[in-house]
């Protein structure tokens, strides 16, 4: 059994994948990390790649709504971990080469959307690009969504939960950590650690409080979005608020005021 769902990762640290799709330029003395869903695009993404997924295997919606629909029930009574764990579930046996073609598929579909992307937020990554920082996506998804967006973004880096896959390629229907609330915090301490960064110096960026610890972990909190919690955290610490507006990748459509 391996981890990774066919992507093997540059390093693990207990049971998430950490991959560094290229070097950062230089020698970055910062980091900026980014929550995926809701923070730099508009949609959660794992419900959309569930759609897509469901849909090119004959779906005409139905069983779409009845898993979103138990997710979204799980969310309400229970820790988004778990939420995150049972989604997994659903690709038992799937092979993980397949399931990884039809992220790219989805994705290049999705970024044409009016609306794909929270502009503030891809306008903050280039310009941490453009300042030469490391720049990292942290999400609870996984590699099939998240490697075509941090091609497309330049992104350096990938923290994210890794469905386990069996020694025929196929998944088991686990995951190994689910990076989400707590797991992100630790994983953004370790990156930090690992590259020898100064946490103050680090930026992150969520858009719901169980981003909180992420946000806590760097010198520099930035909320997308209007959670209260998040929005309180980056006031009291100097932090600031972007808008949660959506647009083109090109920065073409919609914009933010």
């Not at 946000?215 to 610490?237: E, I, K, Q, Y």
């Amino acid at each position: 059994m391996s981890d990774g769902a066919g992507l093997p990762p540059e390093f693990t640290h207990e049971g998430y994948a950490v991959r560094e799709r290229r070097p950062a330029g230089g020698s970055p003395r910062s980091a900026a990390f980014f929550d995926v869903d809701e923070t730099l695009i508009t949609v959660k993404s794992m419900f959309a790649f569930l759609r897509h997924w469901l849909a090119r295997n004959g779906d005409d919606g139905t069983l779409y709504r009845r898993r979103a629909d138990a997710l979204r029930e799980m969310a309400a009574r229970l820790p988004r971990e778990e939420g995150n764990r049972a989604y997994y579930t659903f690709f038992a046996g799937v092979p993980a080469a397949g399931l990884l073609a039809a992220g790219r598929e989805w994705y290049a579909a999705y970024r044409m959307g009016p609306d794909a992307f929270v502009t503030a937020t891809v306008r903050a990554l280039a310009r941490h690009q453009a300042a030469g920082d490391r720049t990292v996506l942290v999400s609870g998804g996984f590699a099939a969504c998240l490697e075509p967006l941090a091609e497309d973004l330049g992104v350096d880096l990938i923290l994210c939960s890794t469905p386990l896959v069996s020694a025929d390629g196929t998944l088991t229907g686990e995951v190994g950590t689910a990076m989400i609330g707590k797991a992100k915090a630790v994983a953004v301490d370790r990156t930090i650690a690992e590259f020898g960064l100064p946490a103050a110096d680090c930026w992150a960026y969520g858009d719901h409080s169980s981003d909180l610890g992420m946000l806590s972990s760097v010198g520099h909190p930035v909320a997308v979005g209007d959670d209260p919690v998040l929005c309180a955290h980056v006031r009291r610490h100097g932090g600031s608020v972007l808008p949660m507006t959506g647009g083109r990748r090109d920065g073409t459509g919609r914009t933010d005021p």
